[in-house]
């Protein structure tokens, strides 16, 4: 079974400064993608960045940047320069290869202070 | 850009009632999914659909049902509404099984008395 796990329920953190996410996975399969997404207070749940395991760099979009580090199943992610409105609740998921259904993790409410 | 819309944000419901969470896409997705949200579990797979009256057990299926008549619409259907499944549900569409991107509705939060 795969499991996905968010140590931190809440972050709080000063406007411009880089923030840090965590992220740990738990599967027995080779092949998996992993994502993030980003819950406004609108509710919808946006898409963020995703990483495959077979993928040999880190991926990045824009501001955000997942540290992938396969050995320790950590996906963990990174929001440079971080703003007002980057505070919401974070969801990491995995899916693995053939499987239908993404598996989330418990969530992370960043709270970016002015 | 793809849409996916659920039809109430706020719904209020009594113990015992029938509830149906509508949800429409409008490209043409081949997969669907009910996710239910709860403070600390964070999202977990009530049922999915892989094409118009095709659908499959998620991981807490249990007093919900599910029905896809057509391809732009997924119903997730209390039969009979209990305190326990008051919750945020959300609805995601995919293109196919080999795409990665799930594209969310807005929610609705339910709220059972």
Redesign the interface.
Known sequence: AQK?T?TQ?GMFVQEKEAVTLDCTYDTSDQSY?L?W?KQPS??????LI?QGSYDEQNATEGRYSLNFQKARKSANLVISASQLGDSAMY?C?M?VKGA???V????TRLTINP | DVKVTQSSRYLVKRTGEKVFLECVQDMDHENMFWYRQDPGLGLRLIYFSYDVKMKEKGDIPEGYSVSREKKERFSLILESASTNQTSMYLCASREGPANEKLFFGSGTQLSVL
């Open positions: 996905i968010q329920p993608g994502f997404y609108s509710g919808e749940m946006i898409f995703y969801f998921a899916r239908q259904k993404l989330f993790g418990q969530g």
